[in-house]
Every structure is written in C-alpha cells, then in structure tokens.
C-alpha cells in the first residue's frame, strides 16, 4: 500500500485531499495544528490513517514530527506540503507569520523530504502554491510573494533532483479560488471550485507527475494572460 503524507489536513483542500487518498486505497498520515479535527476525520477515512499536531510555524519541531511520522508509518512515497495562510488583512504581525509558515516552515519540510528520499530510492513532493505565485499584488503582497518563492524553490529542487539522479519528482500545484476558510472573506472570486473538486483535481495531478498543475484546469488561461500583461499596467492595480 502506498503512503502519503498531508501536511495541514485540517480543513480545505487538504482535508478532502485525505479523503481522497484514503478513498484510492492510500496509507495516509495527517498534520495540522488541531489534533481534535484530525481525530475526527481519522474516524471517517476508510483506511489505514496516523495522525500529527504541528505546527508548520515552529520548523524544527516541524521537522521531527515529520520524521516520527514517516518512522511509525514505515516509509513516505508521497509529501504533501499544504500547509499555509493568507494575508487580507496586512500588519507586520500577520506577514511574519505568513513568512514563518509560508516560507520557513515550507522549506524546513521540503529539505528534510529531499534528504528522506534521496537515501530510500525516490518519492514525490506536491507543494500547495497559488495562481497568486505569478505576480505580485496589492490585495495579498506578502501572501503572492510566499507562493512565488514556494514554486520557484520547488522548480529548483527539481532541476537539483534531476541533475543528482535522485528520482525524485517536485509537483508546483497552483490554485486559483478555491472555497476554503482563508478565502470565504474575498470579495470578487470568481470560478470558485468546490474543495472536493479541487482535491480530485490534485490527486490526480500527483498521480500523473505533472511539473505544474492549475486548479482548477481553467485558471491557466488566467497564468497566460497575467504573464504577458505588460508592468506599465499591472503596476497601476
């Protein structure tokens, strides 16, 4: 049976995530800083599942969790970094948690995920990044600044596994609007996907081992159009 690891499973996109899985006849393993939520989706998943507190915020103990985990599983094939926060409301506070979770936190996992499976044979590592990872804004900047920096480490941890022969496969997932609790305060979503249709979406991106995937398929017209969207406009918000 393969094992996968969710890192932030409490809610959205994770949490159905997990479900998915589980469903597919995975081996799951759940973080998140609410134990009580995991407990009680642990009782709804049809197989085999461990669960984790952690918070993503405090990386080395991040990192030991992880590592216990992945011991009382009995291996990882799949990590899946999805742990994150968003900054609508902006103060110095709430940007550097968002760089302590978003950033740190990701990077702490991410290292210690390369070095697990570049000493057991391979695996993959799917990091939650966003459509906002494209370009910077005015309504989310240190939030898209965060995603930015997550697909462009997850690009580079490809190219480094690629060159080392590490067999080990990096997927960038990029969300557009998805219902989830960080966005249901947003005002002008459009193309809102339903979580679970989200999660069935990743999945099957992971499973196929695309490079980058857009959540849903439609938002990468939206990536096409914010790249080639000259500076003298998109600065002016």
């Known amino acids: 049976m393969k094992k996968v690891i969710i890192v932030g499973a409490s809610s959205g996109i994770g949490y159905y995530l997990a479900k998915v899985y589980s469903q597919k006849g995975y081996e799951v393993g759940l973080t998140a800083r609410r134990l009580e939520v995991l407990e009680a989706l642990q009782k709804e998943l049809p197989n085999k599942s461990f669960i984790r507190k952690m918070d993503v915020a405090d990386a080395e103990a991040s990192r030991n969790i992880l590592a216990d985990l992945v011991e009382d599983m009995g291996g990882m094939d799949i990590l899946v970094l999805n742990a994150g926060i968003g900054d ?33 044979g391979g695996g993959q590592i799917a990091g939650i990044s966003s459509i906002a990872s494209i370009r910077g804004t005015h309504i989310a900047t240190v939030y898209s600044a965060s995603k930015a920096y997550i697909s462009s480490y997850m690009e580079g941890l490809q190219q480094r596994s ?10 960038d997932i990029r969300p557009g609007f998805v219902a989830t609790p960080m966005t249901q305060e947003n005002k002008g979503m459009f193309w809102v996907a339903p979580p679970e249709k989200a999660a069935n979406q990743i999945y099957t991106a992971i499973k196929n081992k695309k490079r980058v995937a857009y959540i849903t398929r ?8 914010f790249k080639v969207i000259p500076d003298f406009l998109w600065l002016k918000g």
């Not at 439609?218 to 159009?225: E, G, M, S």
């Open 88 to 120: 609508s409301k902006p103060s110095w506070q709430l940007e550097q948690q968002i760089i302590m979770v978003n950033i740190a936190g990701f990077t702490a996992l991410g290292n210690w995920a390369v070095k697990y499976y570049a000493a057991n």
């Open 162 to 171: 690629n060159r080392k022969k590490q067999n080990i496969t990096v997927t």
């Open 218 to 225: 439609r938002w990468w017209i939206i990536a096409q159009l």
